[in-house]
Nanobody, 126 residues
Framework: QVQLVESGGGVVQAGGSLRLSCVASGLTFGSYAMGWYRQALGKERELVAGISSGGSTDYADSVKGRFTISRDNAESTLYLQMNSLKPEDTAVYYC????????????????????WGQGTQVTVSS
């Protein structure tokens, strides 16, 4: 049974940083793409960042240069380092076990899989 447990959310002032973690169990973690999504109040869930089993990454344009996704396969843990946070980053952040993904002209695109964590709230105050 796949379980994804997020932590690290909280309240931070604009310009600050947070690091989210997602501990996975019930799967061979290193074999799968993993990703972070977020959902703000009244909006649809959107991809923040994804990372393939081989380390290729995919970022939303809105977070490029500010957020970094990484993984520790030995610890079955996915991370999201968030710097220069903005009020518009306020949302519930979800960890996702990824689908097969795709490559086009060397660019990796993350695709969501069926398993989600419970989410962790990130609030950025102005």
């Amino acid at each position: 049974q796949v379980q994804l447990v997020e932590s690290g959310g909280g309240v931070v002032q604009a310009g600050g940083s947070l690091r989210l973690s997602c501990v996975a169990s019930g799967l061979t973690f290193g074999s799968y793409a993993m990703g972070w999504y977020r959902q703000a109040l009244g909006k649809e869930r959107e991809l923040v960042a994804g990372i393939s089993s081989g380390g290729s990454t995919d970022y939303a344009d809105s977070v490029k240069g500010r957020f970094t996704i990484s993984r520790d396969n030995a610890e079955s843990t996915l991370y999201l380092q968030m710097n220069s946070l903005k009020p518009e980053d306020t949302a519930v952040y979800y960890c996702n076990k990824g689908g097969p993904g795709s490559y086009y002209r060397g660019t990796y695109s993350y695709t969501a899989g069926a398993y989600w964590g419970q989410g962790t709230q990130v609030t950025v105050s102005s």
